[in-house]
């Protein structure tokens, strides 16, 4: 199998290389009349930022493995040389650097010429980069920049060997949920070595959504680390199993009740809001997180199972359940939150258990860290709040 990796590698540096020198190739002719290698390389990582965090992603990951086969008192098995030292012994890098090639440049430059080039080269190069970058903001808009404590817990849940492949794709789910190293390097090692071929995949195409340098590895060369018989049967017939969850607000409601990883959640504040807020919550929500706080919001952290043409009881009990897991209500005043039957719940709800709320205007929110007040006012009350209709909540 050592010699198949090694092969692998191999394989993967000469692309990477190739890669890179065609990089080079593009950005040539945007160089000054005079250059050096700081230049080279600033337009490198400017019109390929994305290639470039993935090379030292990929630098870093096989170092990460070479440092692992040491520890156990094996040889490194890749030694792969530092991004910057792989650029600069390129072919096509050291050739542009000898003097006579940077005298010929300097002597065939036209300053038109290039200016029309850099026009006709941002043209396409800037609308990729830009495209990329809002597939990685979206798929981080999804998630929270927090490691909440109950992380270690669920990943530790995980690794159980009792553990069922549907149990893992459930806690992979919520994984998802959160945008943090610990996440990410855990998602790097089930992409790479995770047996089941779904739960593999569901880390490592995460990954790429993310923006982040990950191995895939075929169901063929993945190893089976017993040789008992049957437990090597076991694993054969775990490869390929595969499970599809229910996303409907009755799934999430008998997970919260029946599975371990929904009952060890813990959250800071739940957000009472109205969705017509969405922009003001969002940035809330990342104001929290860099104080590390770990917020409960509906279309964030059960945004998969509960939807708008689904509400039903079940999404009233997930909601009560949450609420519940918070240690905090913050209610986001807003002109719509103070229409909205599902606030009017909620904060009815929390009142109830006696879980302290405060608010904070969406005026304020835009501010960066917010002030919360202690609500004094218990406008929202009403004697009949468990009867509210539920189409009138869906309305709101």
Not at 240 to 264: A, G, M, W
Not at 370 to 383: Q, S, V
Request: with cysteine; aromatic share 14%; net charge positive.
């Amino acid at each position: 199998m050592s010699g198949y990796t090694k092969y692998m590698y191999e394989q993967d540096m000469h692309e990477t290389k190739k890669e890179f020198a065609e990089y080079i190739l593009n950005i040539l002719p945007l160089l000054p009349a005079e250059y050096d290698e700081d230049q080279i390389m600033e337009l490198l990582v400017r019109y390929y930022p994305f290639e470039w965090q993935m090379l030292k992603e990929k630098y870093q990951a096989y170092c990460k493995t070479d440092k692992k086969l040491k520890h156990f008192g094996k040889r490194p098995r890749y030694s792969m040389p530092t991004p910057e030292s792989l650029i600069a012994h390129l072919q096509i890098y050291c050739k542009i650097l000898q003097a006579k090639y940077k005298f010929e440049y300097k002597s065939r430059f036209n300053a038109d010429e290039q200016k029309k080039y850099k026009e006709g080269f941002e043209k396409k190069r800037i609308p990729q980069i830009e495209k990329r970058k809002k597939k990685v903001s979206k798929a981080k808009q999804k998630a929270q920049e927090i490691e909440p404590k109950f992380l270690d817990e669920l990943m530790g849940l995980y690794d159980r060997k009792n553990t069922t492949q549907k149990d893992r794709v459930y806690i992979i789910k919520e994984l998802q949920k959160y945008y943090c190293p610990k996440v990410i390097n855990f998602f790097k090692r089930k992409a790479h070595s995770e047996y089941n071929r779904q739960l593999r995949c569901m880390a490592f195409y995460h990954l790429q959504e993310l923006g982040h340098y990950s191995i895939l590895r075929k169901q063929k060369y993945m190893q089976m680390h017993t040789r008992n018989k049957k437990s090597r049967e076991k694993l054969e017939k775990y490869a390929f199993e595969t499970f599809n969850i229910q996303e409907i607000p009755e799934e999430l409601e008998y997970r919260i009740e029946n599975s371990k990883d929904q009952k060890i959640k813990v959250f800071d504040y739940f957000i009472s809001h109205s969705s017509q807020d969405y922009e003001k919550i969002q940035k809330l929500i990342q104001n929290l997180n860099k104080q590390n706080k770990n917020v409960y919001c509906d279309w964030i952290n059960d945004t998969d199972y509960l939807k708008r043409k689904l509400v039903g009881s079940s999404t009233l009990e997930v909601i009560k359940k949450r609420i519940q897991q918070s240690k905090m209500i913050i209610w986001v005043k807003s002109a719509a939150s103070l229409k909205s039957n599902w606030v009017k719940y909620e904060l009815n709800y929390a009142h109830r258990l006696g879980t302290e709320i405060y608010f904070v205007d969406t005026n304020e929110i835009d501010y960066g860290i917010a002030k919360f007040m202690k609500l004094g006012e218990l406008w929202f009350e009403d004697e009949n709040y468990e009867d509210i209709e539920l189409f009138r909540l869906s309305e709101n």
